[in-house]
């Protein structure tokens, strides 16, 4: 894709929306800016975006609502702009299908970088390919990762586009087959990922993959806890059939 990537940066404060739009314009993005959820969706009528930098603070209908009915229908990518004691915001948004998180005070270069990696990715995944034969595939149970395209593929053919969060999850699983990793050492995995010590990420795209691969949490066949150390990916992995 050679067209200018376009950016929505909905947060009702004008100054974050000047600060992120002038860093983003500069690097050549073309940028909207919206006040409210409401503003944002007569925006994205209009003409679709890859990126939405969203706070979960708005007036009128919040960012993790919005957050929930954009990842229903859209593969566009969302980062949230959270405040440093909302934790349990930044859990629930993660579950909406929010694909990144950045806590305030944040650095805007940090922000953009973030923002521009996104994109990145969110372009790569819907380009089209040239042939299947060309695309990265991990197979393991009844289901293939489709690397190129961040998809999950059912056996019936199903897809489903995984965050990115999600995406590096179980890729770091599928790496690390038979082998347990703790929350510290997925953490490290996931690129880009601001957290604390009692951060539940982790637990929460683990939930978010086990629901996508219809593993049942009560009795999970392919990602298994391992109470008191981390978790570990049980299938068998191969890059071909």
């Known amino acids: 894709m050679t067209a200018t990537p376009r ?5 009702d ?4 929306r000047e600060l992120l739009s002038s860093y983003l314009v500069r690097d050549g993005y073309d940028v909207q800016c919206a006040e409210t959820a409401e503003q944002a969706e007569a925006l994205l009528a209009q003409r679709p975006v890859e990126l939405v930098m969203l706070d979960i603070r708005l007036p009128g209908k919040d960012g993790l609502t919005l957050t929930r009915e954009l990842r229903v229908r859209s593969e566009v990518g969302i980062i949230l702009i959270t405040g ?3 934790e349990i915001d930044r859990i629930v948004g993660l579950e909406c299908g929010a694909d990144d998180y950045v806590v305030k005070p ?4 940090e922000l953009v970088s973030r923002a521009k990696n996104l994109v990145r990715r969110v372009r790569h995944a819907q380009a089209p390919r040239a042939g299947a034969d060309v695309r990265q595939m991990r197979y393991f149970g009844d289901w293939t990762l489709d690397v190129d395209r961040r998809r999950l593929v059912a056996a019936d053919g199903q897809e489903s586009l995984l965050t990115q969060g999600e995406f590096q999850l179980l890729s770091a ?6 082998h347990t990793l703790t929350r510290d050492q997925l ?3 996931i690129r880009n990922r601001e957290w604390l010590p009692n951060d539940r990420s982790i637990d929460v795209l683990v939930g978010r993959l086990r629901r996508k691969l219809h593993d049942d949490p009560a009795d999970p066949q392919l990602i298994i806890t391992i109470h008191g150390a981390g978790y570990l990916f049980s299938g068998a992995v191969s890059s071909r059939q």
């Open 84 to 86: 440093r004691d909302d």
């Open 106 to 109: 944040f650095n805007p270069r």
């Open 7 to 11: 950016v929505l940066i909905v947060d």
């Open 13 to 16: 404060d004008p100054l974050i």
């Open 187 to 189: 953490m490290d995995q």
């Open 173 to 178: 699983l599928l790496r690390n087959a038979g």
